[in-house]
């Protein structure tokens, strides 16, 4: 075999995979997206979601927790990931405590959070008990949209910072010490070191963690029907109510276009802004 | 005036003593190498002076100023790493400047230093390069180009030379030395090549496990090793060191060892007074010299003799140590 094939020849496996259990099944969604129920090219079921009236509250809603949450996540996750690789001792315990959440389902970290939130709640029995509120409060309804918004804000963080995490520390493992020392010689302090030393070496794995998050975030779905409901429509909860309420697999592919879109208007940005040239690269 | 005065450090990493009270005062604008075998403590005491390690013990001064507990940023000390640390990510020009990015020094000043001293090192056409664009040697006078660029007091250098190949190596050396000489900065300099240390310093501070044994000019570390530990780490072959040799008449009280270097023999090919016949077991012809490997009453010796002398392995040798150039040590190693 020769040498220039065998690079292809070991990802081919990885390849044939994501071509079968992924590419296969997206064009069938998009090809359903464009095609009518008797055949032919239609934006039919565009329209149809178009000027569905949950249509523009699901796109805000959805883009407004990515626009929260993400850059909350990041900026937890860059301060968690900086402490932990100065720990010297039990670093491994902490990163594992930290990403226990991640290995929960989103549907079990919704209904913990609504344990927590709900009118017989943790938190409401609590307060309760203690003396501060007279009487159960019921903070989840359709009148605090705020409220469910915040708690949704709260769990996504909660669940899934840890993404970010992982990513981060092992790209800050990645960085030489003697970068930081000469940068300490040279007259930085640790807040400039962070700005001029560690966020630009660590370009590659904050596109990577970004990418992957912001994407998730679109896809943001399970906490939010549990803490929610329908008084929070999300793109992805849009779908599946097309899907199975409506039974229209063409909007429901239509939604699965439009956020498809998204995620690739937002990774080529990612690719775009925080782009390493390979010459500046470690 | 920028001396450093370094009084009684103590440094030990978990239950191992790495360096075991150093002392050292250097003078404004010397060029000092430290100098010894790998792990002996001199990039352990480098640090210490920069501030990057803290020691157990001891104080540092730089100047008047006593800086053992400053940060390193505080010390206005520029450093050479032995990987060189040029930022990847910034080009050449920015990395000439960090530190004096860092001092909010004006545009102007910045331009005109990093101008400077790029071309002191030569690598102006790299200005606009990444480090990733740079071969081993060009990133090399980078490292040097960003700490001259600061003007700093004290100049501190691990092996800089180190990744070099033997040919650039010996190039970077004299415009290092053209290159510092010039600067007038108080230059420490870390490195276990006796040669780099030789030709570069103005004092070596011999180091052995933790300990400074001789700080003194090069020719007097050649010619009065102040411990059997300099007198064998110094020199290509090392000092030969003898028990109890025959010369011994002259010894002084106490004396354990006669210290004599290989090129300081009296030669003769005939029997002579006060001569010593040696056995030549190797002869090494070097153009200038021939380097024997003898024995002399069961001991090991090497000698350097002229070319032109018609030895034979094998064959016998008369010696007699010149006289000027015996030195004695006593049970602990240390001259007398
Ligand atoms: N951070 C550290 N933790 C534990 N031990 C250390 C640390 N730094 C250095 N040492 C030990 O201290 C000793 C001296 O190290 P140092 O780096 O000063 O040696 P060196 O003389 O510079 O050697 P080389 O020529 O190989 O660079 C070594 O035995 C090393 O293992
Ligand atoms: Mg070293």
Redesign the pocket.
């Known amino acids: 075999m020769s040498k220039k094939a065998y690079p292809y020849v070991l990802i081919m496996p990885s390849v044939l995979f994501l071509l079968a259990f992924f590419v296969y099944p997206f064009l069938q969604v998009f090809a359903q997206a464009f095609t009518h129920s008797e055949g032919g090219l239609t934006i039919a079921h565009f329209e149809t979601i178009f000027y569905d009236f949950n249509f523009l509250p699901s796109l805000k809603n959805t883009l407004l927790l990515a626009l929260v949450v993400v850059p909350a996540q990041l900026c937890l996750a860059i301060g968690m990931a900086l402490m932990i690789s100065k720990m010297e001792k039990g670093r491994d315990t902490v990163l594992y405590v930290w990403t226990i959440p991640l290995g929960i389902s989103d549907l079990a970290a919704g209904i913990i959070w609504l344990g927590l939130l709900d009118q017989n709640g943790f938190i409401n029995s609590f307060l309760f008990h203690v003396g501060i509120i007279d009487e159960a409060q019921s903070w989840l309804n359709y009148q605090n949209p705020w409220a469910i918004f915040a708690a949704i804000v709260f769990a996504e963080i909660w669940r899934a910072t840890a993404i970010l995490l992982v990513i981060l520390v092992s790209g800050i493992g990645l960085i030489p010490k003697e970068y930081y020392e000469a940068a300490e010689i040279f007259g930085a302090n640790a807040w400039v070191r962070l700005w001029k030393v560690t966020l630009p070496l660590l370009r590659p794995s904050l596109q990577t963690a970004l990418i992957l998050r912001t994407l998730l975030a679109f896809e943001v779905f399970a906490v939010v029907m549990i803490l929610g409901g329908s008084n929070m429509p999300v793109l992805m909860g849009e779908a599946y109510n097309w899907a199975f309420s409506y039974r229209d697999a063409g909007a429901a592919a239509a939604y699965a276009v439009v956020i498809l879109v998204l995620s690739l208007l937002f990774t080529l940005f990612y690719l775009r802004v925080l782009r390493v040239p390979k010459e500046a690269q470690i | 005036m920028t001396t450093i005065t370094i009084e009684n450090i103590k440094k030990s990493?978990?239950d191992?003593d790495?360096l075991k009270s150093v002392t050292l005062d250097i003078k404004d604008q010397e060029f000092t190498v430290l100098l010894?075998p790998?792990?002996?403590?001199?990039?352990?005491l480098l640090r210490i002076i920069a501030g990057l390690e803290t020691q157990d013990s001891g104080v540092i001064k730089i100047g008047e100023r006593d800086v053992s507990a400053l940060p390193p940023r505080d010390r206005n000390v520029a450093m050479v790493f032995q990987n060189y640390a040029v930022f990847p990510h910034l080009t050449v020009f920015e990395n000439i400047a960090f530190g004096l990015r860092m001092k909010k020094v004006s545009d102007d000043k910045i331009k005109h230093n990093v101008e400077r001293t790029a071309e002191l090192m030569h690598i102006e056409h790299l200005l606009s390069r990444y480090s990733g664009q740079l071969s081993g040697g060009q990133r090399q006078r980078v490292a040097v180009a960003r700490a001259l660029a600061v003007e700093p007091d004290v100049l501190l250098m691990d092996?800089p030379l180190s990744n070099l190949d033997a040919l650039l190596r010996l190039q970077m050396r004299s415009e290092l030395k053209n290159v510092l000489e010039e600067s007038k900065t108080t230059t420490v300099y870390?490195t276990?090549d006796q040669v780099e240390a030789m030709s570069l310093a103005d004092r070596i501070a011999v180091m052995n496990e933790g300990r400074i044994d001789q700080y003194d000019n090069p020719d007097e570390i050649y010619r009065n090793p102040a411990t059997e530990y300099v007198g064998g780490f110094i020199g290509n072959p090392p000092m030969n060191f003898l028990t109890s040799p025959h010369w011994s008449n002259s010894a002084p009280d106490g004396a354990q060892k006669l210290g004599i270097r290989p090129e300081d023999f009296l030669v003769s090919m005939e029997d002579q007074v006060g001569y010593l016949p040696v056995q030549i077991q190797t002869i090494e012809k070097l153009g200038s010299h021939q380097q024997l490997t003898s024995e002399l009453e069961g001991q090991g010796l090497r000698i350097n003799i002229a070319s032109e002398l018609p030895v034979q392995q094998g064959g016998i040798l008369f010696l007699q140590p010149k006289p000027e150039k015996m030195r004695w040590y006593d049970v602990r190693g240390e001259i007398i």
């Open positions: 990493f978990g191992a790495i010894g790998s792990g002996c403590g001199k990039s352990t092996e870390v276990h």
